[in-house]
């Protein structure tokens, strides 16, 4: 047998639909033809790119859309010409657009442009186009464009949304600060592989601070050879009540940012997942009536690590400002010089409000809505409930966490005066694909939440406003109207 000689295989990029690049258009003459709005876009678009934009707009009519632009361009100018294009006018052009709908006109602008050497685009018409646009996210100089080869643009614009989710606008900044300090970079370091390791740092640096614009002390900080002291960071993120699709774009970036995360049991794994994969996920949860991590073993956790140089993501179930111990870990913060800042969530009540279609106040039945904790730290239903407040027929109460505490809290908000035939609504796990709900009497409702999920969070509403969910109250309504 031959024995087989090791060689070397070069690494091979899969098959491309199309070849992905960016056009330089400052100062040169691009040509767009056709009076539409589709026209008008290109013709925008190509401006922010700085080019001579030179529009045939068809007629009058069509000239009139361009208007405002041709007063205002986004940068390069924009000249527009009430008539119909012709073959001379793609001379020397660097590319050609084309919004036109009859077919045989198409194919001869396409003609024309080829015959002048310009490559050229016919909008919604993939098969005659030289070229495509992708979908573009712009943190300019830092551009992104999504391709589906126009096959389903509406693909592109959805990933485009994703990404735009996660790129903070300040990434435009450190952008910018990149493309100043390069050629000022290659006179002070003449070697590229020290280059490279600066470039590099100003990598890490630009995602530790990508909040802030850059400056110029961060220039001579990175020629130092180091990026600098990194200095930790705490942000408390509100993760809404469970569906990661209720989370806010601020919460994201949060996620995608973070070193380490330290999450409540509240926190779905879905939300979890849209985390930056090396973050380090530190679960902190607290259960009613069960095994907890300390208030305090917390705090102390959080201030460690943010000492300690991380970007430390404490991520709460709800909102954190409401019932979620946020006063207690931002002043352990301030106590100890940890910068921290709060990125607000979808409430628990907001949730659930959304998920069964009706509003938590009513110009006619609720004039205020209240939040009250089913529990104080020992567990217990706490002493200083404001009682008349909870017999307040014009106010939508909302009690968090009452699992064990519900029978007490409705025995002595009836004994103050709230009637017993108010509506009320019990909801298990609210927005998740396990959401759970009872509804009734407030009276009725604490023996109809026993048959809620084993240790799903729990959130009461009481109020005119869930009348619609108590089937006996429901049909008696419907009664009153009809006679």
Not at 96 to 114: G, K
Request: glycine share 8%; hydrophobic share 50%.
């Amino acid at each position: 047998m031959t024995p087989r000689v090791p060689e070397a295989t070069p690494a091979r990029i899969a098959p491309l639909a199309t070849f992905p690049a960016f056009f330089k258009l400052e100062g040169r003459r691009v040509v767009v033809a056709g009076g539409s709005p589709g026209a008008l876009w290109k013709a925008e678009l190509l401006s922010a790119a700085g080019a001579h934009v030179a529009a045939f707009a068809g007629d009058s009519e069509g000239a009139a859309l361009f208007a405002g632009l041709a007063a205002h361009p986004v940068a390069g100018p924009v000249t527009v010409e009430p008539r119909e294009w012709n073959p001379a006018d793609l001379i020397g052009a660097t590319l050609a657009f084309a919004d036109l709908l009859d077919h045989d006109e198409a194919l001869a602008f396409v003609a024309a442009a080829r015959a002048a050497g310009v490559p050229v685009n016919i909008i919604d018409q993939t098969p005659l186009c030289d070229f495509q646009l992708g979908t573009i996210v712009n943190r300019s100089p830092v551009i992104i464009a999504i391709s589906t080869n126009g096959g389903a643009p509406m693909l592109g614009q959805s990933i485009r949304t994703r990404i735009e989710s996660v790129l903070p606008r300040r990434l435009a900044d450190w952008g910018r600060a990149a493309l100043e300090w390069r050629p000022r970079l290659k006179r002070v370091i003449e070697s590229f592989a020290d280059r490279r390791d600066f470039w590099g740092r100003f990598t890490a640096r630009t995602w530790a601070n990508i909040d802030r614009a850059p400056a110029e002390s961060d220039f001579r900080a990175l020629l130092t050879g180091s990026a600098g002291e990194r200095r930790g960071s705490v942000i408390l993120v509100g993760a809404g009540p469970g569906d990661p699709e209720l989370l806010t774009l601020k919460a994201v970036r949060a996620l995608q940012a973070a070193t380490v995360i330290l999450y409540d049991d509240l926190v779905t794994p879905e939300v979890l997942e849209l985390a930056r994969r090396e973050a380090t996920r530190v679960a902190v949860g607290k259960t009613g009536h069960g095994p907890s991590c300390s208030q305090a073993d917390i705090n102390a956790r959080v201030v460690e690590l943010a000492l300690a140089g991380e970007t430390v993501v404490r991520l709460k179930g709800g909102d954190p400002l409401i019932f979620g111990r946020a006063t207690e870990e931002i002043e352990a913060c301030r106590a100890a010089g940890v910068p921290v800042t709060i990125v607000p969530g979808i409430s628990a009540v907001q949730g659930a409000a959304a998920a069964l279609g009706f509003s938590l106040t009513e110009r006619k039945h609720a004039r205020r809505v209240q939040f009250v904790t089913g529990h104080g730290a020992d567990g217990k239903l706490p002493s200083d409930i404001d009682w008349p407040a909870m017999a307040d027929e014009a106010a939508t109460t909302v009690l968090y966490m009452p699992r064990k505490t519900l029978a007490a809290f409705v025995e002595q908000a009836v004994a103050a005066g709230l009637d017993a035939r108010t509506p009320a609504l019990a909801i298990a796990s609210a927005t998740r694909a396990d959401q759970a709900e009872v509804a009734g009497t407030i009276a009725d409702l604490p023996a109809l939440a026993i048959s809620l999920p084993d240790g799903a969070p729990v959130l009461v509403i009481i109020g005119k406003v869930v009348r619609d969910h108590v089937p006996a109250l429901a049909a008696e309504a419907r009664t009153r109207s009809a006679a």
